[in-house]
């Protein structure tokens, strides 16, 4: 405590906080400016129906390019490149896809390789949110070739891309933060999602899961209406029928169901790991060849080829095996197919660096997966009540929240593209299962590993800033030090030097106990110390404070932005009731993040005269006699 201490001139030099006033404390300012917010959500809306339209173009694109590579026609109407009469001539196509990709690539740019997620959360973790305008057009485009000549992806991953590119070009063309433009690219790469699936809840928990790395106000409230404007698109655009429709309705699972689903769940968790390791195997293969990685996409295109030509179900985005494999009539040796072959296709393709996403294939391989596991366990146990449609539909789900980690968006995405709500439990089991098996296998997911390998560290939890659950009131006393603006600067020059205190920054007040200004130590000691000079006529930093029910949170801010130690804390009528440092914020700080670290029981079963013995099944408690 630094007791009150004056001079002949009668003004105090200093002054104990304990000798302020108490008054009202200052209401805490609103992180989130909803002006802002507007803003940013209508701007979120419109890049989502512009996204919509260019969802239907990259869809008939495919269509388009699919029809004049296996069929030799120009017409922009769905057809299946495994319905296609060339012969073993296949195989010459997916290498010709290949070829343009690796050209656009490499005098376009390079980041419309991959399957896109990766990328944006590339650019969203380094470098501001900031994607190159060209992949606006170069990735649908691309996308669209490799995809329309065999290539076995999905729509999905480039849409994503092309959506958060174009939300990503929008934010560099307006005068707006870095975190807004990472809403705007999440917002454009969700509502992509929901365009192409029409599945508008599932594609906000890809943007929490993957993209946005938060959930707040801020940044749900303009993606969660870019995804309902993207459903909206997916509804007038390609209908209303879910994507991967059933036929009927699935009953609820019994017990013995439900522990067979989890059962899966864990086996398709362990697939998915090693689907993830396999992949990015086969992409060093690639990385160590010694041809420029113009040609990989072409070399990769062999192999989609070459097994095309003997499954030519592998070929092209295939989102209608998934229905097929969901209907549960498929033979067993196409089942076999396309859970293998796509497999080795997809992630040839994949590791050679060409255009496409992954959702697709994952589903395919992991409905495929979990429909054969589904006749293994009806074969040793025929009267469990598992269903062939329910263990495809947990199998897709499970394989790509073992694969991507994105466990809500698992589950949601395979509930909207059925409409099959009694499939929650058992999807809700076997992803779960199939994520605490890729938690534990796998320190990087199938979206993270890439950028993983470059030094970048992708969160992977979301808890609560414990700053923010603090407020100032909790952490300052009433002890520091204040200095008088009418002192002159040689009167606290000595004073402060025969006190041996040493501070960064002061806090000046008036006669009144009100706030004036803080003044830096550097200010005070290299001011020119003339007669008549006061503390208050070189105070340069003015209305910098904070309140008593603001969080450490906005008070760190305040200290970051104004790159200062200390804050004074004021009342409603401007007087000094605390001041806060850094410090106090560390030590705060340091308290809370014990709650994570210590272990103990709260609730001990020890008493004195109490013993608790087990003897089989049951407790038996004894009183100790004192007098034995």
Known sequence: ?????????????????????????????????????????????????????????????????????????????????????????????????????????????????????????????????????????????????????????????????????????????????????????????????????????????????????????????????????????????????????????????????????????????????????????????????PVHWMWWPAMGGIAVGVIGFFGPRTLGVGYENITAILSGTLPIKIILSLCFLKFVSWAIALGSGTSGGTLAPLLTIGGATGALLSYTVLYFFPHCGVTITLGALIGMSAMFAGASRALLTSIIFAIETTSQSNALLPLLASCTASYFISFALMENTIMTEKIARRGIKTPHSFEPDILEKINVEQVISDSGLLLNENNSIAEIRTWLHKQHHNSNYYIVITDNNEFKGILSSSNLFNARNEPGHTVGSIIRQ????????????????????????????????????????????????????????KSGASISLKRRGLKVLVQGKRLVNLIRNEEK
Not at 12 to 21: G, K, R, Y
Not at 103 to 116: E, F, P, Q, T, V
Not at 235 to 262: D, M, Q, R, W
Not at 558 to 574: C, G, K, R, T
């Open 1 to 289: 405590m630094i007791k009150k201490n004056t001079f002949k001139t009668g003004i105090p030099i200093s002054v104990s906080l304990e000798q302020t006033l108490e008054a009202e404390y200052i209401e805490p300012q609103s992180v989130n400016n909803k002006k802002r917010l507007l803003t940013i959500s209508a701007l979120a809306v419109i890049i989502a129906i512009c996204i919509s339209f260019v969802a239907r173009l990259l869809v008939s694109l495919i269509d388009l390019f699919t029809n004049i590579s296996f069929h030799g026609i120009f017409s922009f109407e769905h057809s299946s490149p495994a319905t296609n009469t060339l012969g073993i001539y296949v195989i010459i196509i997916p290498v010709i896809g290949g070829i343009i990709v690796g050209l656009m690539a490499l005098y376009g740019s390079k980041a419309i390789r991959g399957h896109g997620i990766p990328e944006a959360m590339e650019q969203i973790l380094t470098n501001q949110s900031k994607i190159k305008p060209a992949i606006t057009y170069l990735k649908p485009l691309s996308s669209a070739i490799a995809i329309g000549t065999g290539g076995p992806f999905g729509a999905e991953g480039p849409i994503i891309a092309t959506g958060g590119a174009l939300g990503s070009t929008i934010g560099q063309l307006l005068q707006i933060s870095p975190t807004e433009r990472k809403i705007l690219l999440a917002a454009g790469a969700t509502a992509g999602m929901s365009a192409i699936f029409g599945s508008p809840v599932a594609a906000i928990f890809l943007a929490i899961e993957l993209l946005l790395f938060e959930f707040s106000p801020r940044s749900i409230i303009p993606v969660a209406l870019a995804c309902i404007t993207g459903a909206a698109g997916h509804h007038y655009l390609f209908g209303t029928t879910p994507v991967f429709a059933i036929n009927k309705i699935l009953e609820t699972p019994s017990n013995e169901a439900l522990a067979a689903y989890s059962i899966i769940g864990i086996v398709i968790g362990v697939l998915s790991v090693a689907i993830t390791k396999i992949v990015y195997f086969l992409e060093d293969l690639f990385e160590k060849l």
């Open 542 to 597: 003015k209305n910098i404070s904070i309140g008593m029910n603001d969080s450490l949170r906005s008070a760190v801010q305040i200290m970051a932005i104004e790159n200062i130690d200390v804050l004074p804390v004021l009342s409603s009528e401007n007087n000094i009731v605390g001041v806060l440092s850094y410090k106090d914020v560390l030590r705060a700080y340091k308290h809370n993040l014990s709650d994570h670290k």
